[in-house]
């Protein structure tokens, strides 16, 4: 018995979307076509997700901002090296302190807040979805040790 | 394990970062044999304050420029490199 | 009886009230006797109620739980402790080591370096001596079952330590909004009022304590006893080692112990002092112990550590010892006090003045008496208990790892933290200790102990002080003082007050040796948290890992990846399944997984002026739909990764390059892209583990192609756009085995259709073993050995392909003059001339003994024909072919007799696959 659900996903269609130059303009023609613009330092929102300065992750489809991006960046597949997994319940927060230097715990950690981070020697990108839950992007090829490691630790948290 | 503040994503563990060289070691592009060959095997290593390059590797994969003091550990400040950036 | 709790203590069946430790309850039942000394075997006894114990060192647990050198003091007795004592046989108290101490005088400090010193093959048979004559108890040879935990926390103030200091620290912080964490390395807060009990705010100790832990946590911070804060880092990291189980008990949810990395806004250390010892002859005996320890076991632990007690101090705390003894009804038979004036003396007992202890009386079973100096003159007095204080040292240790500095306290004769770089502060007696004198060693120096725990005497610091081992640091490394498990806590002090006598210096004049983590003991498990057996390091499947294991494959652990080597079929050795598989390659078709090569895409309008800088070839010539082998310079002009480019669309590109180098050629090209060619319009995105990809080799491989797209097979260095299976592919048609063979790269999340289709044509799937062979006989190279980082283009036989408009970057450095010395080594390739293989990895030679001129770096096959290969580096080797050589592993005791040839065995027109 324990506080935190894992749930294998398994992998998705994903594209890193990259822009270059001076992003401005691409960055508005990205927001008309997606109704929203594209999410800050450290945020998702919708199906995207701001991994670097000058790197987003869209999950699944990318056709509408393939057409607004013209020539101010480019999309590139990489769905097939990524495993999704999701932590839920009220103890996920506190599976994400286990083999972690990052405040997962922090109120600042909060819906739709991003972070990359190592997690058991790898790094993992994160997503708040909602007060019960979280998405991890994990390298595929490091995905059944993550696994392991999360399952076993899930076992012996610490009472709050 | 020291607190390195990204310029992007903020104060995070000294173990997400890769040290990977001082500013002075850097070759220019096209930059002209003596000046290539004098950054690739001189270097100030001063005991004291140094503008260094790191990365953050295991996290977003950016670039920045860190001025730290070699003895103290204290960064000064930290700078992104790279292109031009939305916020 | 209720509340009593089952243990043994060398075998023998015992009892202990809840509470105790181990400690209080051997000598609630009356054995003074635990251990044997590291060096001499002398019997000691339990000097302390704390984690500074020297001498009460036991072996608790069974199996893969045995933790050996627990400190009595810092174990909580649990139903069914097993503990018993080390260093000594046959039992602890006919202890055969014992007669060491008849020699003692030929075994002073440093003696090893003095003595053994041949003849060199004795050493083996003195070593199995020495090692079960000295030391500590033995490590576990079973695997520990247990798990550990790591995990990190964040907060604002982290409280270390839970005296009355700690907790108004606390409280304070907590009614100021804070998150706090406060830490307790005993199994209850406050164990000093536990020790010392009074009334805080109207309330008993623990009650008091209580209250605050309570409204700790209810704030949402933490409270963890049996947690040490055993380091202090930059920025106020700090690790703790918690317990969640005493040392060798079953834990119940698997789990033994949890280390946590903290980060905190502020540090505040609430460590209090340790109390030191006082020096003199046969202070070590069992029933001569630290005073406010014996108030612990009085007060706290309900034991009376004896029946009639002389105390010794130099300082006020003795007499509360004294008033304990009495009230617990032991007789006080006298009170000696180092200072000359009758200052905090309690008429109530025989005080003397101006006295010091000089040599105890009595052996394993107790001192019997004590000779004391009283003001000039001898006493003896009848005891069998000594309860002494030399003041107290405050504990500094976290402070000063991280950077802190120390001032002088002139009235407790005591360093007390000073200045801290990171913002980190002290309260309580760790910052402000009770004033003491200090009384310098007296009695015969040779038994008079300063270091308990490595047998370190008064006569060992002076020995080293005359043969120049002055310097603290020095003392330390001569003498072994201040090492082990106790690193000194309770000797260091004394150790300096001798050397600053000596010297004829202040005690802060001598300094002090380095602080380094941990405080006290971590278990290695602690530290390896989940990291062990299987997973001591990261394992890393390619997408095919499962069709892979279904086939009971040969695997090889590359960097972190697990790949086949070989599929054995039936009792096929590796050697054998290696050679079957790549004679399938040369003679019809094989599929191989080579899913794990780094791969980067690179669009952009700038896509190859930013190729261009990282390749030295050209890649600009490339058409659509073309693509070609390329390789990689650093900025000093070597080659350092080799691989392919392709041309997918106009703007769109496929570079291919190493596995090995991957995560460098990925920091590589972000280097070049972020910071050497910010403005280029370039996007350059790794996704090496987005593709999976198979190589499909073989004479019949274009056959086996168009059988699974439908579509003629891409002539050689061409990539068209397929569908396997249903699934989007990509086919180039790049050889690395020297046959006709298509490398198809599809969306990892496709792997098993795109295998099962392969495999259904017939291909024999061949793994590293094979791959190893046909491309040593083609001569390409591989990144790690052939590529090495140490060679020119030219030097590797690519000086054709370098571009000559030399925007790669290295272009500039490769002009040094180091690089016109024909010595300089080069790519070779090596025939066996006396049947025999060639050691891989070995010298060549010129002859048997001589210099080595190079070396194999790789060894192989003539895959159909027979015979062994090998290429390697040569100085000079592009000008040596036809000179015969040795390859020679003196290690291994192998050679050949070796002819140069050029490195490329096999089909060097590459006919079996140009169109």
Not at chain 3, 516 to 527: D, E, F, I, K, N
Request: net charge neutral.
């Amino acid at each position: 018995m324990t506080d935190v659900t894992i749930e294998q996903l398994g992998r998705a269609p994903l594209h890193m979307l990259e822009l270059w130059g001076d992003p401005k303009a691409a960055a508005k023609r990205i927001a008309k076509a997606l109704g929203h613009d594209l999410p800050k330092v450290g945020k998702a929102q919708g199906n995207v997700l701001r991994l670097s300065p000058t790197t987003w992750l869209v999950e699944g489809e990318a056709a509408a901002i393939e057409a607004a991006l013209g020539d101010g960046g480019a999309l590139t597949p990489t769905g097939g090296g990524y495993e999704r997994v999701r932590l839920s319940g009220p103890a996920w927060r506190s599976l994400l302190m286990e083999g972690s230097l990052f405040d997962a715990e922090s109120a600042q950690f909060a819906i739709d807040c991003v972070a990359t981070t190592p997690i058991d020697h790898v790094a993992v990108t994160l997503r708040v979805e909602s007060e019960n839950a979280c998405l991890a992007y994990v390298p595929a090829s490091h995905a059944a040790d993550l696994q392991h490691f999360w399952r076993l630790s899930a076992g012996g948290l610490p009472q709050s | 394990m020291k607190l390195i503040p990204c310029p992007h994503c903020g104060n995070r563990a000294q173990a997400e970062f890769v040290y990977e060289r001082t500013a002075d070691s850097v070759v220019p592009l096209d930059a002209a044999p003596e000046v290539a060959v004098a950054a690739l095997f001189t270097r100030a290593n001063l005991r004291g304050v140094e503008e260094e390059i790191w990365r953050h590797t295991y996290g977003c994969g950016s670039w920045m420029l860190i001025r730290r003091d070699r003895v103290s550990h204290a960064i000064e400040w930290v700078k992104p490199i790279g292109p031009k950036v939305l916020p | 009886m209720t509340g009593q709790i089952n243990f043994t203590f060398d075998g023998r069946a015992l009892t202990a009230k809840p509470g105790q430790t181990l400690a209080a309850a051997l000598l609630d039942n009356g054995i003074k006797l635990v251990g044997r000394s590291f060096k001499y075997h002398r019997p000691r006894g339990i000097l302390s109620a704390g984690i500074e114990e020297p001498n009460a060192l036991v072996t608790v647990g069974s199996g893969g739980r045995t933790e050996p050198n627990t400190r009595a003091t810092d174990l909580f007795v649990y139903e069914g402790l097993v503990a018993t004592s080390q260093n000594r046989w046959p039992s602890l108290s006919s202890d055969l080591g014992s007669a060491l101490q008849l020699v003692s005088r030929a075994l002073p400090a440093g003696f090893y370096y003095k003595t053994f010193f041949g003849p060199p093959k004795l050493w083996l048979f003195y070593e199995k001596f020495i090692r079960r004559a000295a030391g500590l108890g033995p490590a576990p040879a079973e695997i520990d079952p247990d798990r550990y935990a790591q995990r990190a926390a964040f907060c604002d103030v982290l409280v270390v330590g839970s005296g009355p200091a700690g907790l108004i620290a606390a409280r304070d912080a907590v009614r100021a909004g804070k998150k706090v964490f406060l830490v307790e390395q005993d199994a209850e807060l406050a164990p000093s009022l536990l020790r010392d009990p009074q009334e805080i705010d109207g309330k008993q100790g623990r009650a008091w304590a209580g209250e605050i832990a309570t409204e700790v946590r209810t704030s949402g911070g933490r409270v963890l006893t049996r947690t040490s804060a055993s380091g202090l880092w930059d920025d106020q990291f700090v690790c703790l080692s918690e317990k969640l189980v005493e040392p060798g008990q079953v834990p119940v949810n698997g789990f033994t112990q949890r280390y946590w990395h903290v980060r905190a806004g502020e540090v505040v250390l609430a460590t209090g002092a340790i109390e030191r010892p006082l020096t003199f002859a046969n202070n070590d005996r069992p029933g001569v112990m630290l005073s406010q320890s014996v108030r612990t076991y009085v007060n706290r632990f309900g034991v009376v550590p004896g029946k009639r007690v002389v105390v010794a101090t130099t300082n006020d705390d003795g007499y509360l010892t004294a008033k304990a003894l009495r009230q617990a009804g032991a007789e006080v038979i006298a009170v000696l006090d180092s200072r000359p004036a009758p200052v905090g003396g309690d008429s109530e007992f025989a005080v003397f003045n101006a006295a010091a202890p000089v040599t105890a009386k009595g052996g394993k079973n107790g001192v019997t008496g004590l000779v004391a100096d009283v003001d000039g003159t001898t006493q003896t007095f009848a005891c069998d208990l000594i309860a002494m204080s030399g003041g107290f040292t405050p504990v500094v240790h976290l402070h000063m790892q991280a950077g802190g500095k120390l001032d002088w306290d002139e009235a407790a004769q005591a360093f007390v933290p000073g200045a801290s770089r990171w913002n980190v502060r002290t309260v309580g007696l760790a910052a402000q200790p009770a004033p003491a004198e200090t009384v310098g060693a007296t009695g015969a120096a040779k038994q008079a102990f300063v270091d308990f725990q490595n047998d370190v005497t008064v006569a060992d610091l002076d020995l080293a002080w005359r043969e120049g081992y002055r310097s603290v640091e020095h003392l330390k490394r001569y003498t072994t003082l201040g090492m082990a498990t106790d690193q000194g806590k309770t000797g260091n002090m004394a150790a300096l007050d001798r050397i600053a006598r000596r010297e004829g210096m202040t005690v802060p004049e001598a300094g002090l040796t380095t602080f380094r983590p941990p405080y006290t003991p971590v278990s290695m498990g602690a530290l390896a948290g989940m990291g062990t057996g299987e997973h001591a390091q990261p394992t890393r499947r390619p997408a095919l890992y499962d069709l892979h294991a279904a086939k009971d494959p040969i695997w090889l652990n590359a960097g972190y990846w697990k790949r086949p080597r070989a599929y054995p079929i039936g009792a096929e050795t590796l050697a054998q399944a290696g050679l079957r598989e790549a004679r399938a390659v040369r003679s019809s078709v094989g599929m191989c997984d080579v899913s794990t090569l780094a791969k980067f895409e690179v669009q952009g309008p700038d896509a190859v002026q930013f190729l261009e800088r990282v390749c030295q070839t050209t890649v600009g010539k490339l058409a659509v739909g073309r693509g070609r082998y390329t390789f990689m310079a650093r900025e000093d002009g070597l080659v350092f990764d080799d691989g392919t480019v392709w041309r997918l669309e106009e703007n769109r590109y496929l570079l291919t390059s190493s596995t090995g180098g991957a995560s460098r050629m990925a920091t590589w090209l972000s280097y070049v892209r972020n910071h050497l060619c910010a403005d280029l319009k370039v996007s350059v995105v790794c996704v090496q583990e987005h593709y999976a990809a198979m190589a499909v080799a073989g004479p019949q491989s274009s056959a086996v192609m168009a059988a699974l797209t439908g579509e003629e097979a891409p002539r050689h260095m061409s990539v068209v756009e397929a569908k396997i299976a249903g699934a989007p592919v990509l086919v180039m048609a790049a050889s690395f085995s020297g046959e006709r063979a298509f490398e198809v790269h599809f969306d990892a999340s496709h792997a098993e259709a795109v295998w099962r289709a392969i495999e259904a044509e017939g291909c024999c799937p061949y793994g590293l073993e094979a791959m190893e062979l046909l491309r040593i006989e083609k001569g390409h190279m591989v990144v790690g050995t052939d590529i090495d980082g140490r060679l020119t283009a030219g030097e590797l036989g690519l000086g054709k392909m370098v571009s000559k408009a030399g925007t790669w970057i290295g272009a500039a450095t490769l002009q040094r003059p180091d690089f016109a010395d024909p010595l300089r080594k080069q790519f070779v390739g090596l025939v066996a001339l006396d049947g025999g293989s060639i050691p891989e990895g070995s010298m060549l030679v010129r002859f048997i003994g001589g210099e080595a001129e190079g070396h194999v770096t790789g060894s192989g096959l003539r895959v159909l024909e027979g015979g062994s290969i090998a290429i390697g580096h040569l100085k000079g080797g592009q000008a040596r072919h036809g000179e015969d050589l040795y390859a020679w592993s003196p290690t291994r005791k192998q050679k050949a007799k070796v002819r140069v040839t050029s490195p490329h065995f096999y089909d060097p027109a590459g006919e079996r696959y140009r169109d």
